[in-house]
């Protein structure tokens, strides 16, 4: 496995260039595969779980490319496969939005059933309840979801607990269906919001997304265009937590501050300076964070996605501070901070964090990517040199991340062995061959 050694104690400053949204490119390339001809898509962040999404679609028979940095080409006249690899669709739960592409496109779709992941169970029962409304047949047979319909049919559909996966998921399926669906409790985060106005560029009719109700007229067919994704709103609210935790002065660029409200409300609550521009934030901590209780909910609350990050600049803050995670079992990397000398107690669904001075650095293992991003985060205040094994979780969904901080004057470095070498090579040259 990759490592990251991390020495704190440094100030970070200077200026961060945030990349596309992670969790916006996966459906957006998924999106693109409904379409006849080409679509061009830009800010498209060069993460491992890019890399996965765009595997399954070539084996599925798409045909895709980075042409730059960001940049990415979709063709996918040849998709004509109906059925998803298990080894690539194991790695990566968004995988699953490939079920929604092959049943609206090719009316048939066999994709394996994602099994268990580090933040608990997961399941897609209600992706499943959702193509089964549209009209499917849907079974389950060796570990596969099979779906089939002659004709998917419009239909009315309440999402429970406002399901980001399941939003996008039947935005995709109902976009080519007979008549009208409409997507009750749908989930609101501006990746679902970013996906209809990229449909609606294609040709899809989709209306009401960042409210509770999604309306989706089908439409005969998609045509491929050209789109600029999102920032990512959890790269920037990580970058602020960094500038939070180690005494910094640092500018975001390229991201979009109403998206990262309630990240910044929480980070000023701390004792952050923050200046909003139009598209860049300024972010300044002038002194010990202070602590702050909050509870991560659906857009616009708390993005659980942000509580890890948040409980490791609360692992040194001024007080206590109690923060409850309502959306995932996400509590497991704590045992991790504690390495690092932090006072943290987890009952249930609620961690209570008795803020140090100090962290000491130690050596951890991420468990997952957010846990990662929270490991590295504490890394960066921590006395000594904190060993970070799992490094591939945090490239799944942060560009760069020790090339970034290192810009900014952190003190890191990393190691690749050579098994992680092979793999990535193995995992290049397989992208190329299929392209
Ligand atoms: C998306 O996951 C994100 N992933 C997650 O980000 C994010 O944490 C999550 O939304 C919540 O914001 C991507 O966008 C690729 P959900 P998703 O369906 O869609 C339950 C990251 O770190 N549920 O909104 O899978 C579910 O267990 C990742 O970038 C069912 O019970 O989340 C959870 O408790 C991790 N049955 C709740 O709903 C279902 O069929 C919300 O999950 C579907 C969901």
């Not at 590295?376 to 205040?381: E, G, N, Y």
Request: hydrophobic residues 45%; aromatic residues 4%; contains cysteine.
């Amino acid at each position: 496995m990759a490592k990251l050694i991390v020495r704190g104690g440094t100030p970070l400053k200077g200026e961060v260039r945030i990349s596309g949204a992670k969790n916006s490119a996966l459906p957006i390339v998924v999106a693109a595969c409904l379409a006849e001809g080409e679509s061009v898509l830009e800010n498209i962040p060069r993460d491992i779980d890019v890399y996965t999404i765009s595997m399954i679609l070539k084996k599925l028979g798409a045909n895709i490319w980075f042409d730059d940095d960001s940049r990415l080409h979709v063709v996918p006249d040849n998709l004509t496969k109906e059925k998803a690899p298990y080894d690539l669709v194991r790695r990566m739960r968004a995988s699953f939005y490939v079920a929604g592409l092959l049943l609206a496109r090719l009316g048939k779709a066999e994709v394996p059933l994602p099994g268990g992941c580090a933040l608990g169970s997961r399941p897609v029962d209600y992706h499943l309840k959702g193509f089964k409304a549209l009209g499917a047949d849907v079974s389950i047979e060796h570990g596969y979801v099979r779906a089939q319909a002659q004709e998917l049919v419009g239909a009315k559909i309440y999402i429970n607990r406002s399901s980001v996966g399941t939003t996008m998921n039947l935005m995709l399926a109902a976009a080519l269906a007979k008549g009208t669906t409409l997507l009750e409790n749908a989930a609101k985060e501006p990746e679902v919001v970013d996906l209809a106005i990229f449909m609606n560029s294609m040709g899809a009719r989709i209306r009401g997304a960042g409210t509770d109700v999604i309306r989706i007229e089908g439409v005969e067919s998609l045509k491929g265009t050209e789109y600029s994704i999102i920032a990512d709103r959890i790269e920037a609210g990580t970058f602020m937590v960094v500038c939070g935790i180690t005494g910094g002065d640092m500018m975001l660029t390229n991201v979009v501050p109403e998206h990262l409200r309630s990240t910044i409300l929480k980070c000023q609550e701390a004792g952050l300076e923050i200046e909003e521009g139009p598209n860049a934030i300024r972010v300044r901590a002038l002194r010990r964070p202070q602590a702050v209780d909050l509870e991560t909910a659906p857009y616009p609350g708390f993005a659980t996605d942000m509580q890890q990050p948040f409980v490791a600049m609360m692992a040194v803050a001024q007080g206590t501070s109690v923060i409850r995670e309502t959306i995932f079992d996400r509590f497991r990397y704590v045992d991790e901070l504690r390495r690092m000398g932090a006072d943290i107690r987890v009952e249930r669904d609620t961690a209570i964090i008795r803020g140090v001075e100090e962290l000491t650095g130690a050596p951890v293992v991420a468990t997952d990517l957010r846990a990662g991003a929270a490991l590295v985060i504490a890394a960066l205040q921590a006395k000594g040199e904190t060993e970070i094994r799992g490094v591939e979780l945090i490239d799944r969904g942060y560009e760069h991340i020790d090339e970034k901080l290192r810009r900014l004057g952190a003190d890191i470095t990393r190691i690749s062995d050579d098994e992680e070498s092979r793999h990535m090579e193995s995992l290049m040259s397989t992208f190329s061959e299929l392209g």
